[in-house]
Nanobody, 130 residues
Framework: QVQLVESGGGLVQAGGSLRLSCAAS????????MGWFRQAPGKEREFVAA??????????ADSDSVKSRFTISRDNANNTVYLQMGSLRPEDTAVYYC?????????????????????WGQGTQVTVSS
C-alpha cells in the first residue's frame, strides 16, 4: 500500500520560511518522479515543483516568484522529498500536496500535469499571514 505523508505546514508570517516534507512508503521511491502541487480555496490544484527520480532534474512553476523562492530536493535513502519555501507571501496560502509518478516524463510540461502522477498525499496546510 503506497502512502505519501506530508508534514511541515503551518501558520507563518509573510517573509517567513517553511520546509515541507513528504515521506513515502510502499513503493520503490528511487524509481518515482516526485511533484509538489498546491490548491487554494476556490481554485484548481496547481503545479509548484517537481524532481525526477534521480534528483538531477528539477522543474518549477513558470511563475518567476516560485523559481526564486522555492527549492525541491529529495533523499532517496530516506524515501523523502522536500520543498523549501522562502520569502512566503499571503498568496502562497494553500494546501500543499506531494505526488509520485512512475511513468517516463519527457519534459517540463509533463511534470506539471496532475495526470502524470499516480499517488497523492493527503496534503498539508500552509497559511501565510500578512
Amino acid at each position: 500500500q503506497v502512502q505519501l505523508v506530508e508534514s511541515g505546514g503551518g501558520l507563518v508570517q509573510a517573509g517567513g520560511s517553511l520546509r515541507l516534507s513528504c515521506a513515502a512508503s510502499g513503493l520503490t521511491f528511487s524509481r518515482y518522479n516526485m511533484g509538489w502541487f498546491r490548491q487554494a480555496p476556490g481554485k484548481e490544484r496547481e503545479f509548484v515543483a517537481a524532481i525526477n527520480w534521480g534528483g538531477a532534474v528539477t522543474y518549477y512553476a513558470d511563475s518567476d516568484s516560485v523559481k526564486s523562492r522555492f527549492t525541491i530536493s529529495r533523499d532517496n535513502a530516506n524515501n523523502t522529498v522536500y520543498l523549501q519555501m522562502g520569502s512566503l507571501r499571503p498568496e502562497d496560502t494553500a494546501v500543499y500536496y506531494c505526488a509520485a509518478g512512475r511513468r517516463y516524463l519527457g519534459g517540463s510540461y509533463s511534470y506539471q500535469q496532475v495526470q502524470s502522477y499516480d499517488y497523492w498525499g493527503q496534503g498539508t496546510q500552509v497559511t501565510v499571514s500578512s
